[in-house]
């Protein structure tokens, strides 16, 4: 089986590539991978090579394929998961294997340590340890660019599943949110802070009174409340409200006034920005805690910390990168129940896409640049579907699919682009 894929041979270094996979054997699965969405953390595997400590050593001999956040459908299935698995079953992979026999150990993980699995390939190898570790889950819902979304969310969830708080004399740390609390989400507007959005308004078991959302691109506070609205909000329970902090000149004390001087139980920081994470500090409320959702690029990153509330506030912090397996099965059934992630996707591309987007991403603006690996299309933003029409009519077609659905990626432009892009263009 020949498979086309983006491959990673050290710094910087990416080169889309065909060449044979070898045959499965009985304990591992072939796989037909049907989208990808690009993370930055894909960007700092490709930038940083092997010092990062999911790459392997000897990745220029032995490439690996890069992207982690996909969903396709099974091709062939070994003897040993066929009572498990069928041919055609859609799934989703939950990359952090935490297996100690990986390429790199316990870090080990598709979209970086692998040879022959990663998100930006048409054809994978699903190997072992992802079923023997119950990493290779189903999908019932609709369409594929949900479940490729599943793991970005399952980050999220895991987030605020992650969040702890105390009873003033226990030692007993009680995780979660605090159910009918106050929240706040710093620079909150981009891919990740729109899914902690979404996530927040659309859970069932627990959410806070008040959510607010800062950042200080208003366009960005627009379009996100044009997706997650105040009235939806409401309607759920919940005082949703956006806010521009670009011309506060006292972040801290406007944001805590919005709270009539009582804090925030949860904040979660989603930039590395020392200013950003001094504003967090100061506005968790007794019993706060803080989550630095964001991973910085730099080893020595620091910000400082109000450590007389941490002893007389008691006030915490966590830190969360990804979600864990349970995270990512709740981020498929509440898509299989019809949660929409679209609103995080403002690109789309073909495999062809991937290297220039992979190294340029941090300089592209917008939210999710989604890959179709079995096509060859530039990145496109959705917004410029109706320009890029005059040229070309499937375009003019999924402008108008999108405008049916808000401006946003759907299924049936998903649809649209799997069945006529090869065959028009």
């Known amino acids: 089986m020949k498979t086309e894929a983006v491959r990673l041979y050290g710094k910087k270094d990416l080169r889309l590539e065909e060449f044979e996979l070898p045959p499965i054997k009985e304990d ?29 050593d000897d990745v220029a001999e032995n490439p690996i394929i890069i992207g982690h956040e996909f969903a396709g459908e099974l091709v062939e299935v070994g003897a040993k998961w066929a009572g498990e698995f069928k041919v055609g079953d859609k799934f989703s992979i939950q990359p952090a294997l935490n297996y100690a026999d990986g390429p790199v150990g316990i870090l080990s993980a598709p979209g970086y340590s692998y040879q022959y699995i990663g998100g930006d390939a048409t054809y994978v190898i699903i190997p072992k340890e992802v079923m023997e570790l119950g990493c290779l889950l189903p999908y019932k819902g609709e369409g594929f660019y949900p479940a490729s979304l599943s793991e970005p969310l399952s980050c999220v969830i895991g987030a605020m599943h992650a969040n702890y708080h105390t009873t003033p004399g226990s030692y007993v740390h009680k995780m979660e949110i605090v159910d009918g609390g106050k929240m706040a989400i710093l620079a909150g507007v981009g891919p ?41 909000a409401k309607s759920k329970g919940i005082d949703l409200r956006y806010v521009n902090t670009g011309a506060m000149d006292n972040v801290a004390a406007d944001l805590k006034a919005i709270t009539d001087g009582y804090g925030y139980d949860d904040v979660f920081v989603f930039a590395p920005v020392v200013p950003i994470i001094e504003q967090a500090d100061e506005i968790l409320a007794f019993d706060g805690c803080l989550n630095f959702f964001a991973g910085p690029g730099d080893s020595n990153f620091k910000a400082p910390l109000n450590f007389y509330k941490v002893h007389y506030e008691f006030t ?79 375009f003019t077609e999924l402008h108008e699919i999108c405008q049916l659905h808000n401006g946003l990626w759907n299924l049936e432009a998903e649809n649209l682009i799997l069945e006529k892009w090869n065959k028009l263009t």
């Open 28 to 56: 591992e699965i072939l796989a037909k991978v049907i989208c990808d969405s690009i993370c930055m953390s894909s960007y700092k595997a490709a930038t940083q090579g092997t010092d990062h400590k999911r790459i392997p």
């Open 192 to 232: 990740m802070g729109l899914a902690a959005i979404n996530y927040a308004l659309n859970r069932e078991d627990r959410k806070p009174s008040l959510l607010v959302v800062t950042d200080i691109d208003q366009g960005r506070l627009d379009r996100a409340a044009s997706l997650y609205s105040v009235d939806f």
């Open 316 to 394: 915490h912090l966590v830190g969360t990168s990804g979600g864990n397996m349970d995270d990512m099965k709740e981020a498929l059934e509440m898509m299989s129940k019809g949660l929409d992630p679209a609103g995080l996707v403002t690109h789309i591309g073909g495999l062809d896409a991937v290297i220039d987007t992979t190294l340029r991403l941090p300089e592209i603006p917008g939210g999710k640049k989604l890959i179709y690996n079995h096509i060859r299309m530039p990145l496109t933003p959705i917004s410029e579907f109706e320009e890029k029409g005059k040229t070309n009519p499937l």
